[in-house]
């Protein structure tokens, strides 16, 4: 995890590999790969068993659509929950409504995660692999803002058994211990942001939904007070 990820502030060898300066990142040997879904392509096509996608077109269609409404769609809602709950980017009733309007939009993703689902194992089909790696992280992004997806269905099953399998789990406490060890400069980042010390990225999807959900006065006091940034400029 590099120094000054999230801030703006990553440099180094870090930001050499990947130039948006974000994670993932993988690399391997002298191959460079930065873009969650690129690193899953590479990793599918240098070593194609076990395989990650399903085998038939259509099937393979469906998972990758999948990735990318998680990615497009469900990351900023997340995203922007930590604007409000971390970052105090928006207070009283505009927080308020974002919140609500974040927890009405995950709502209806449970909804159709169950319907993709559907009486499926799991997302990719009859064995674990890219349209779960799509969904788990942000479903328990979801989680850890107080969302889970309703008890008793089909999508709750699947998060208990997903986090089930070893690598998921290893993830996401890799994550909780990286929360726990960084509690107490979090409870002073909204200070840093307020001072322009802490520059949170809202690139497309992200700005999009800030202002779709009513936030759009956040994004003008960010860019007023410097602590927003978009993507890097290439060199």
Do not use: C
Request: no cysteine; charged share 25%; glycine share 10%.
């Amino acid at each position: 995890m590099p120094d000054g990820i999230g801030a703006g502030g990553a440099a180094g060898e870090f930001a050499a590999a990947n130039p948006r300066a974000e994670v993932p990142t993988l690399i391997d040997g002298e191959v460079k790969v930065f873009d969650s879904t690129i690193i899953l392509e590479y990793i599918e096509d240098k070593w194609p068993a076990p395989p990650l996608l399903p085998a038939a077109p259509a099937e393979r269609a469906r998972v990758r659509m999948l990735e990318e409404v998680m990615d497009t769609h469900y990351e900023p809602i997340n995203w922007g929950l930590g604007e409000v709950r971390a970052f105090q980017r928006a207070t009283g009733e505009l927080a308020q409504e974002i919140e609500r309007r974040a927890a009405e939009q995950t709502r209806g993703f449970f909804a159709w995660l169950e319907t993709q689902l559907g009486d499926r194992d799991w997302f990719n089909g009859a064995a674990f692999g890219w349209g779960d790696l799509a969904v788990a992280p942000y479903l328990n992004g979801s989680r850890g803002h107080g969302h889970r997806p309703p008890a008793g269905g089909r999508l709750a099953a699947w998060l208990e058994r997903v986090n089930q399998r070893p690598s998921v789990a290893a993830t996401a406490k890799d994550v909780a211990d990286l929360l726990a060890a960084n509690a107490g400069a979090m409870r002073d980042v909204a200070t840093l942001v307020e001072q322009g010390l802490f520059k949170r990225e809202y690139r497309d999807h992200r700005l999009e939904w800030m202002v779709k959900v009513g936030g759009l006065e956040v994004v003008a006091a960010g860019l007023e007070r410097d602590n927003i940034r978009f993507g890097p400029d290439f060199s």
